[in-house]
């Protein structure tokens, strides 16, 4: 039916409201934060690589995200973490200048590898005495639960599984909306791009 | 839909628990010596419960109005559970979440369902947990082979009777009793709750059965997510530095913000709205690049608002349906990483 109901996550319906918002929010933010990027970047935007900009949407995007979510969260005690993690690596990533935050990113990969590869040699020490089955499981969602650490912004702070999975669930419903907003803004700057050069064109003719 | 009763039924719950509880701490001297783990006066935590007399326990385990094992939907329900929770299902998850839990910790009314409910199970759980860990290994193996609904503890509660006197919470038949193991319990089926609530939220995950497989669905998931903000954001970088980045400002943010499509009616409105900035012919040429798109169906306003119910009806992202020539993929489907990825090579 008619209404708000172009949720982000196709199984919640009652929730399209609460995400309308939020998405208006990113969008905003979004933009103004893409807006400040342009305006004070050292280089103008026609001059960075594409990977460059891409880097630069892509980090606004999630900063926007980040920006937008606690909005709902500090209303209802506000327990999702990821969002200061997002914002923490971007304050520390901009704060320094862009070649820092590649080897920001090399260092959280190196802590990762390296508790994983501690994992490991505590597994093949184990793996002496039995390797029942409950113990394979366990181990396998041991190491599904770091790998999903891995992912979630944030995940790698002292938490129990049980908050890590209620982080996980509170940023995937937020990341679906923010690749609906991302993509309406994609098909709306193809429009606008689209208009311009048609309607130029058209003018000459 | 049983939407209507668990945000009224929990509150009555918790409004009982509570009752229940004041003269429980008061005998809970007596379970002092069993139940020392966490703060035992902090109302309605989980060592109070230990205080309890018997019948009072097996009355505040069960839940109130069996709810079914399986779960439908977390979603459906009602506006009225709006108060502008956490994410969109949130207190809803934590209902589901406290129903399923081994203890139903003395939760109040929905509007701030999350705060109490975690830090006293949370608090006493991780000091079980910490002492347990090292050592429950068995126990937890035997857990795990028995169910996990609430409705096996009346089985549980015949077979224990013979254990002391105030150890009153009812494990299940042929486990440990000790309150390590409890808490080892609950944490367990805290656990196995949220990852019921995610294997709803997370498409293709409900005929997956085993935690660990789960759990590889949901990292593909989140990590197809975040792969196509990375797509969309280079899309929209590559598209950036011909236009004029403050101009498309002022387009986007004409009707405050309100981007269209967020909402079927305001998108009516938007594109009634700026597509006179725009120009006729250039809705006309847009018809022509984009069929499905929803701005195409400016050259028959009329039959726009046909069009939006017909579309409204059954796609909840309209935008994400509405044109599979450019984007062809789709928030339910998972498996659409390389149809975007080939896409942007052509258009490049």
């Known amino acids: 039916m008619r209404g708000p109901n172009n949720a982000a996550s196709s199984s919640t319906s009652k929730g399209g409201g609460a995400m309308a918002a939020f998405k208006q929010d990113l969008l905003r933010n979004l933009l103004l934060g893409l807006r400040a990027r342009t305006a004070e970047a050292a280089c103008p935007f026609d001059a960075m690589s594409l990977q460059e900009r891409k880097r630069a949407v892509k980090c606004s995007a999630d900063v926007a995200m980040a920006a937008a979510a606690p909005r709902r969260a500090s209303a209802t005690g506000g327990r999702a973490r990821w969002p200061k993690a997002i914002l923490a690596a971007a304050a520390a990533a901009s704060s320094s200048s862009h070649s820092p935050s590649g080897t920001c990113k090399v260092r959280k990969s190196a802590c990762k590898c390296k508790r994983v590869a501690r994992r490991r040699v505590d597994a093949k020490r184990i793996r002496g005495y039995a390797a029942a089955s409950c113990d394979v499981a366990r181990r396998l969602v041991r190491r599904r639960t770091m790998a999903l650490r891995k992912v979630i912004p944030g995940g790698n702070a002292a938490m129990d599984d049980a908050a890590l999975l209620r982080e996980t669930m509170d940023y995937v419903v937020h990341l679906r909306a923010q690749v609906d907003v991302l993509r309406r803004i994609s098909a709306a700057v193809q429009i606008s791009t689209s208009l311009r050069d048609p309607s130029q064109s058209m003018a000459q003719l | ?348």
């Open chain 2, 1 to 348: 839909m049983r939407h209507a009763s668990p945000p009224q039924e929990l509150p009555a719950a918790g409004g009982e628990i509570q009752a229940a509880l004041a003269p429980a701490t008061s005998s809970s001297a007596r379970a002092g010596a069993r139940g020392g783990g966490g703060g035992g006066g902090g109302g309605g935590s989980f060592t109070a419960l230990l205080g309890l007399p018997t019948s009072q326990a097996i009355e505040l385990l069960l839940p109130r109005t069996a709810p079914p094992p399986a779960l439908a939907l977390a979603p459906a329900p009602a506006p009225a559970a709006a108060p502008a929770p956490a994410f969109p299902s949130d207190p809803h998850l934590v209902d589901r979440a406290a129903r399923f839990s081994t203890f139903a910790p003395p939760s109040p009314s929905s509007p701030s369902p999350a705060p109490p409910p975690p830090p006293p199970p949370a608090a006493a759980a991780n000091a079980g947990k910490r002492k347990a860990d090292t050592v429950d290994r068995a126990s937890k193996g035997k857990a795990a082979k028995k169910g996990k609904t609430a409705e096996e503890k009346p089985a549980g509660g015949d077979g224990d009777d013979e254990k002391p006197a105030y150890v009153h919470v009812r494990a299940r038949r042929g486990q440990a009793t000790d309150s390590h193991s409890l808490a080892e319990r609950a944490r367990r089926e805290k656990i196995n709750a949220r990852m019921e609530l995610l294997k709803e939220l997370v498409p293709g995950c409900s005929k997956v059965s085993g935690t660990a497989l789960v759990l590889d669905e949901i990292i593909n998931h989140v990590q197809s997510l975040q792969r196509q903000v990375e797509y969309l954001s280079m899309r929209l970088a590559a598209v950036n530095p011909r236009v004029d980045f403050g101009g498309l400002d002022s387009f986007l943010t004409t009707e405050c913000g309100r981007i269209a499509g967020f909402n079927c009616k305001n998108g009516i409105d938007l594109e009634q709205v700026t597509w006179p900035e725009m120009g006729v012919h250039g809705a006309r040429q847009l018809m022509q690049l984009q069929q499905q798109f929803w701005h195409g169906d400016l050259a028959h306003p009329h039959q726009v608002a046909s069009q939006w119910e017909k579309r409204g009806d059954g796609h909840p992202p309209v935008f994400s349906n509405s044109n599979p020539s450019l984007f062809g993929y789709d928030l339910t489907s998972s498996g659409t990483q390389q149809t975007p990825a080939t896409k942007l090579k052509t258009e490049l």
